[in-house]
T-cell receptor
Framework: GQNIDQPTEMTATEGAIVQINCTYQ??????LFWYQQHAGEAPTFLSY????GLEEKGRFSSFLSRSKGYSYLLLKELQMKDSASYLC??????????????FGSGTRLQVQP | EPEVTQTPSHQVTQMGQEVILRCVPI?????FYWYRQILGQKVEFLVSFYNNEISEKSEIFDDQFSVERPDGSNFTLKIRSTKLEDSAMYFC???????????FGDGTRLSIL
């Protein structure tokens, strides 16, 4: 099975940088995804890491260390609209060919003026 | 930008009734998924579908659930005899390949009375 941990809530100030951590335990790691979810809306894809290192995409970056079972999402130049839940999701690739994502509980980020 | 569309946006049904949730995945995507999210809880995988058959399903996806691709564009989730605990937001997602990001629709809010 899988175990994904991320902080429940974080608060940050507009214009600042925030790092949201995710740790996971899985038996056949095959990729880690970050999604943004505003209240009452669908998850929106942000980033994908399958190899170790940093992936940068505008104001958002995501880092992965497979040996440590650890990822983080970095948000720069925070804007009020970044207030949302950020979901860490891990994909296993087992003998069964499982391709589905297992989601963490999400980190609710509140951006303050 | 192409998107996954789901109908209806909100479905209210009496307990014990059958319900069909509809999805139109992105047209060049080959992998389709259903997830659900009970209010305030994490996104949970239900089923994945590829090449006109189920490729993976979770423990939640019991005999009361079924999926179908009745034509070249629609992908449906049927719940045969709904229970109160089926009340949730149901998200459809699709991806181009199994290692590609999954794109989510806006969801159907299912309320069982």
């Amino acid at each position: 099975g899988q175990n994904i941990d991320q902080p429940t809530e974080m608060t940050a100030t507009e214009g600042a940088i925030v790092q949201i951590n995710c740790t996971y335990q899985t038996s056949g790691f095959n990729g880690l995804f970050w999604y943004q979810q505003h209240a009452g809306e669908a998850p929106t894809f942000l980033s994908y890491n399958v190899l170790d290192g940093l992936e940068e995409k505008g104001r958002f970056s995501s880092f992965l260390s497979r040996s440590k079972g650890y990822s983080y999402l970095l948000l720069k130049e925070l804007q009020m609209k970044d207030s949302a839940s950020y979901l860490c999701a891990v994909r296993d690739l087992l003998d069964t060919g499982r391709r589905a994502l297992t989601f963490g509980s999400g980190t609710r980020l509140q951006v303050q003026p | 930008e192409p998107e996954v569309t789901q109908t209806p946006s909100h479905q209210v049904t009496q307990m014990g009734q059958e319900v069909i949730l509809r999805c139109v995945p992105i047209s060049n995507h080959l992998y389709f998924y259903w997830y659900r999210q009970i209010l305030g809880q994490k996104v949970e995988f239900l089923v994945s579908f590829y090449n006109n058959e189920i490729s993976e399903k979770s423990e939640i996806f019991d005999d009361q659930f079924s999926v179908e691709r009745p034509d070249g564009s629609n992908f449906t989730l049927k719940i045969r005899s709904t229970k109160l605990e089926d009340s949730a937001m149901y998200f459809c997602a699709s991806s181009q390949g199994f290692d590609q990001p999954q794109h989510f629709g806006d969801g159907t809010r299912l309320s069982i009375l």
